[in-house]
């Protein structure tokens, strides 16, 4: 029976160096996700830390990209035990988590992604991700879930070698906002403190064989940071490419371009 379940594709597809590429959704609507997907994009990334809705979103989300055959990812809006539970047991392929400020933090996420013995995850059936029951596999070994960790403060920057290197995180991502406000210079990314960075991060991957991810604000962005190395690049959100489109219409239109 088909599934819109990923069952570690794209966890596989990561570890191989793939270059992929995707979007936020932040306006929680599952019709963005159909969009992104007909759009071509090879992945979607509900955000529950920003974006507009909530757990309650999830479920569409999986469901929606799945009957396209793109990968659901969630941002999650803290690190606790039970928001990743929440997100993997209603089917998510991967989840991504914010605001890491040491190796300690990680080696806990990485627990929250399996169940016992191999981690601290709550042992449910009755759930998507479970397949209502009738898929038990994934109580047998590690997760396949895909783990992102983001690398947007200062103390993440400081361990990032460190956080690469624990097993079971698959990608780090960075914030660019965040990233940069941390550093003194708030959204200057031309910065040299600013590249420095990121080309450490890059390094970090490329050592312990995990793939840097960051999210771009344009297509223009996302050909500069594939050429830094980044793999995994998130282009903008499904707000501000709809806002960005409506801009780029009007002004057109007005005869101001």
């Not at 933090?105 to 059936?125: L, M």
């Not at 940071?225 to 009007?250: C, E, H, M, P, W």
Request: glycine share 12%; net charge negative.
């Amino acid at each position: 029976m088909k599934s819109p379940l990923d069952r570690g594709a794209f966890k596989t597809r990561i570890r191989t160096g793939e270059i992929t590429y995707g979007t936020f959704v932040g306006l929680a609507s599952s019709v963005a996700v159909e969009i992104a997907a007909v759009g071509g994009m090879d992945w979607v990334l509900l955000d529950l830390e920003h974006g507009a809705g909530g757990e309650d979103q999830v479920g569409p989300t999986v469901l929606a990209a799945g009957a396209y055959g793109i990968t659901p990812l969630v941002r999650v809006e803290s690190a606790e035990r039970i928001r990743i539970g929440r997100v993997l047991d209603a089917g998510v392929a991967g989840v991504m988590i914010p605001r890491i400020e040491n190796v300690e933090q990680v080696h806990e996420v990485v627990k929250h992604f399996s169940t016992p013995p191999y981690g601290d995850r709550g042992v449910a059936t009755y759930n998507r991700g479970a397949r209502w029951g009738r898929d038990l596999e994934f109580l047998n070994a590690p997760s396949k879930a895909t783990c992102i960790v983001q690398i947007e403060t200062l103390g993440a920057l400081e361990k990032v070698e460190e956080i690469a290197s624990v097993e079971g995180v698959d990608i780090l991502f960075v914030g660019p906002a965040d990233l940069s406000f941390a550093l003194g210079i708030p959204r200057d990314f031309k910065n040299p403190k600013y590249l420095e960075a990121l080309t450490k991060v890059v390094l970090a991957c490329k050592n312990q064989g995990k793939q840097p991810g960051i999210l771009a604000f344009d297509s223009a962005g996302a050909v500069e940071y594939r050429k830094l190395g980044f793999t995994f690049i998130a282009i903008g959100s499904d707000s501000t490419l709809l806002a960005n489109a409506f801009t780029k219409v009007l002004e057109e239109a007005k005869g101001e371009i």
